[in-house]
């Protein structure tokens, strides 16, 4: 299940008249709701989509049915769980990683796992952030809070947008 929520927004990252699209590829829906909703109180008014499994976002932009991963997908910024169903965030960030078409779309990894080892994996796949989701509730609000200012000035190449 994926869905889309609010209009596109500025963005101080794109030019006028482009935001870049936030896309979320989280399991719980707990995580997913409070990622969103403290995006959007950080000042995100992005456009965000989301994604439960890897299944899914790898359908989003592989399948020939849906085609996103051809010229006409947005700007985007993927934030990406790694414990996930049927596939996980580890074999999605490879994918992206290895097809020129999705290669320099930014993946922030955003997970509960803090391991050395698959931290340095995701780095290895070609993560360009990895975020460790503070167990503490206040800890995970304040983390995704910080996650939004920092959205809201990052800067994409050409060849993401």
Request: charged share 25%; glycine share 6%.
């Amino acid at each position: 299940m994926h869905n889309t929520t609010g209009p596109a927004g500025q963005s101080g990252a794109l030019p006028p008249g482009q935001s870049v699209s936030i896309i979320l590829i989280e399991d719980d829906d707990g995580h997913a709701t409070l990622i969103e909703r403290n995006l959007r109180r950080a000042g995100l008014t992005n456009g965000f989509t989301r994604f439960s499994d890897g299944q899914q976002a790898l359908d989003y932009f592989f399948s020939d049915e849906q085609a996103h991963a051809r010229e006409d997908l947005p700007p985007s910024v993927i934030l990406l769980d790694l414990k996930m169903p049927r596939i996980d965030g580890l074999e999605v960030l490879r994918r992206l990683k290895a097809d020129r078409r999705t290669a320099s779309l930014p993946v922030i990894v955003l997970t509960t796992t803090d391991d050395p080892r698959e931290i340095e994996r995701c780095y290895e796949l070609g993560c360009n952030v990895y975020v460790t989701k503070p167990v503490e509730y206040d800890a995970f609000i304040e983390a995704v809070r910080r996650l939004g200012f920092f959205l809201q000035v990052v800067k994409l190449p050409a060849a993401a947008r």
